[in-house]
């Protein structure tokens, strides 16, 4: 049996940018996508915590240390600059080896996106 976990967490980053004429995705500082172990192009949910919205896309890297959490397309319009977001990526995986994995959880400064 296979079983869905959490692989990976950036809890609460705020907005910085929406930019709803981009083809789609989430732009995220490399910096903190190789810190949560999220890689380019996989899938990711998006919780907002201002407004409740939840949203699936996929992520893009963006400059290393810039802080950058931008919604791109549609996904421009469930969201404000400055809401406060959970991005998770999920990962599958066999029952006895889902109970020994540990996710890759990250706790960035609020105000600044960026690494402690």
Do not use: C, W
Request: charged share 25%.
């Amino acid at each position: 049996m296979q079983v869905t976990v959490v692989k990976s967490k950036i809890h609460r980053v705020k907005v910085t940018g929406a930019d709803l004429n981009y083809i789609g995705s989430v732009t995220i500082d490399k910096d903190l996508m190789d810190a949560a172990n999220i890689i380019e192009g996989e899938k990711v949910q998006i919780v907002d915590n201002n407004n409740g919205e939840r949203l699936e896309t996929y992520v893009i890297p963006g400059e290393q240390g810039s802080g950058e959490i931008t919604l791109n397309g549609a996904a421009a319009r469930k969201v404000s600059v400055g809401d406060v977001l959970i991005i998770i990526a999920y990962g599958i995986l066999e029952i006895e080896e889902a109970k020994k994995f540990k996710p890759a959880l990250v706790f960035p400064n609020e105000e600044t996106n960026l690494l402690h």
